[in-house]
């Protein structure tokens, strides 16, 4: 694939990982992407996962008609698409890495190699000259590692940007992209928003007329609508006014409940997304809660605390910086119910949260008493953050 008359595409599709890095499904593949740049002098920008050598290696012969590449450009250290460096070294002994001083120690440390007389450090600002291109380095620290080095190729304004912008998933559909990017940027990414904003306004000086990522599908149209939905996320801004209700349920009492709810959102017209959290791709639910406005936790009390995966799943909130949400609970248990206060309490050091101010508590099961109280917390929702009615 060409990006331009310049660069062409060598990466490779992965469709038999179930896990990215031992805890992600990604049930439509992902692509370890790798590019082939052409100005008169050669590089590689990054190479593949273990396992991929062989033909990422083919696809580089290709593109390259068989030369020599001067330089291998690796971005970022992470063995996803780092494992191929030592194949494309030895394969081609003339070729010197160029990254960022920090990445070498980590070869060294994954690889055994770091190849101190084949490399060159390079840092902020710095730049390599091809000939008919030249690249521009800007350094990212945390997007996604601290070594991460980003470059921009100036003449045609083609963005390489590392794990910025990547994407889960093999196919090129128009209209997949936010889904499976917003999972892979809130998993993987989202951490570290203050970070991707610093990038983001660099970027916003560049003249960016594609981006090629390290995963997913090079952006070539609309970059304004991926830097868009990237600067709502990084800043922690709701991407839409969605009601996202995770609940888990033990005997499925709290699932009624939450579907009570639920259903009375919807018909008070209100987008409401719902996740079984003892069921569902916790990753998925984790993008939901960061991409709606409101967010309902329905659980059970559990060994005097909350039920294990609303546990783990507020942790994955709070770790990725959670904040400036609406949120709800509704609380079940059969002799001293607390899940709304450990709750409460579990999200409260997160900036920016208000809490409603309706409860919904079961005693076990559904009465007219708790069903009065879902469809209070249904009203309430319905009106806009901080409304008195
Ligand atoms: Fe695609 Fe941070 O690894």
């Known amino acids: ?191 570290f928003g203050s970070q991707v904003k610093k990038l983001l306004d660099r970027v916003a000086g560049l003249n960016v007329t594609a981006i090629c990522p390290l995963h997913g599908p090079v952006l070539k149209k609309d970059i304004g609508h991926y830097t868009g939905l990237y600067g709502k996320w990084a800043s922690y801004q709701p991407e839409n006014d969605g009601i996202f209700i995770a609940y888990t349920s033990v005997y499925g009492n709290t699932k009624k409940a939450a579907e009570l709810l639920g259903k009375s959102l919807e018909e008070k017209g209100r987008m409401v997304i719902s996740a079984d959290l003892s069921r569902c791709d916790m990753s998925q639910a984790v993008s939901n809660a960061f991409r709606c406005g409101t967010l309902v936790l329905a659980t059970t009390t559990y060994n005097g605390d909350i039920f294990p995966p609303m546990r783990e799943f507020i942790s994955a909130l709070k770790e990725r910086g959670f904040r400036n949400r609406r949120a709800a609970f509704v609380e079940n248990g059969t002799w001293a119910p607390r899940s709304a206060k450990v709750m409460e309490e579990m999200l409260s050091g997160c900036p920016g949260m208000e809490f409603a101010r309706t409860k919904v508590t079961l005693m076990s099961a559904l009465t007219d008493a708790s069903e009065a109280a879902a469809e209070a917390l249904a009203q309430e929702l319905c009106g806009a953050p901080g409304d008195e009615n």
Request: include cysteine.
């Open 1 to 191: 694939m060409e990006i331009n008359e310049r660069i062409k595409y060598i990466g490779v599709e992965d469709r038999t990982t179930d896990l990215f890095e031992g805890q992600y499904p990604v049930p439509d593949g992902i692509t370890y992407n790798s590019y082939f740049i052409d100005g008169e002098k050669t590089a590689v920008m990054d190479t593949v996962a273990e396992g991929f050598e062989e033909i990422w290696l083919e696809n580089l012969k290709k593109a390259s008609g068989g030369r020599a590449p001067d330089y291998l450009i690796v971005q970022h250290m992470e063995p996803d698409h780092s494992s191929g460096i030592t194949a494309l070294m030895e394969t081609f002994p003339e070729t010197v890495i160029v990254s960022n001083a920090k990445s070498f120690p980590m070869m060294k440390q994954f690889f055994g190699e770091d190849y101190p007389d084949r490399r060159i450090a390079v840092g902020d600002g710095d730049s390599l000259d091809l000939g008919s291109c030249r690249l521009e380095f800007i350094t990212a620290p945390m997007v996604h590692w601290p070594e991460v080095t980003l470059a921009y190729d100036s003449t045609d304004g083609v963005l390489f940007s590392a794990d910025a912008f990547g994407r889960f998933g093999i196919s090129e559909q128009d209209g997949e992209w936010d889904g499976e990017a917003a999972r892979y940027y809130f998993g993987i990414v989202g951490k």
